[in-house]
């Protein structure tokens, strides 16, 4: 049974919320209205957290600074944005802080409770809106500096890397899947999951999108 907090200023929402993930086996250890009283709830619980669904806007601690501090002073806690904003600082803000998932809040309980357990297996969730967004945000970042090489993208990432893994990694950036990296570099898609096996074990990143918002800064 997972131990759940939700952190929104929709009283509607944080009751629905409650219901339906009570109904499915999970036990909803605090209801917070904004960041300081999350934090107030993590402090005060004996029981612990397994994962927050967390809004973004709301007076006072938005969701933003509280996933810096939940990341900081709880680091094993999972992170699931529940949010109506997708623009680009959001995304790369709350993905950059450590932010396990992003959803809508228009996508329905069956995604929510889908997303949770996918959280809870080590899995990153985005919704299908944000995605896009984030690799149009990532297109457009490599676009607008085309004279770019991985060699001046911050981090420190590349010392240890090959040239085909950088290449691979600026392809990723660029948001290319790992069938399309296999077509552009005339390679096999099993190939390039290894040489990507390889990134996330020198950059000590294994996540995909992390790792994206991270090369890119």
């Given at each position: ?57 709301m ?12 990341k ?13 904003f ?5 995304i ?58 991985a ?57 995909r ?9």
């Open positions: 049974m997972y131990k759940v907090l939700l952190v929104d200023d929709e009283i509607l929402l944080l009751d629905s919320l409650e219901i339906i993930l009570s109904f499915n086996n999970m036990e909803i250890i605090g209801k917070a209205n904004d960041g300081t009283a999350a934090i107030h709830i993590l402090d005060s619980v004996q029981e612990g957290c397994d994962i927050a669904l967390v809004d973004l806007n007076k006072g601690m938005g969701g933003i600074e509280l996933i810096k501090r939940m900081a002073s709880y680091p094993k806690i999972k992170i699931l944005v529940l949010t109506t997708y623009d680009d600082k959001n790369t803000e709350a993905i950059a802080g450590g932010a396990d998932g992003y959803l809508l809040k228009d996508s329905g309980k069956d995604v929510i409770l889908g997303a949770v357990n996918q959280i809870m297996g080590g899995i990153t969730v985005l919704d299908p809106k944000v995605m896009t967004r984030l690799a149009s945000l990532m297109n457009n970042r490599m676009s607008s500096r085309p004279e770019e090489s060699d001046k993208i911050p981090g420190g990432f590349w010392a240890d890397m090959t040239e085909r893994e950088k290449e691979i990694c600026s392809l990723m950036t660029a948001g290319l899947t790992n069938r399309q990296i296999a077509e552009r570099l005339y390679i096999s898609e099993g190939t390039v999951k290894n040489y990507i096996s390889n990134i996330y074990d020198k950059t000590g990143i294994h996540d999108v992390k790792l994206i918002v991270e090369l890119k800064g």
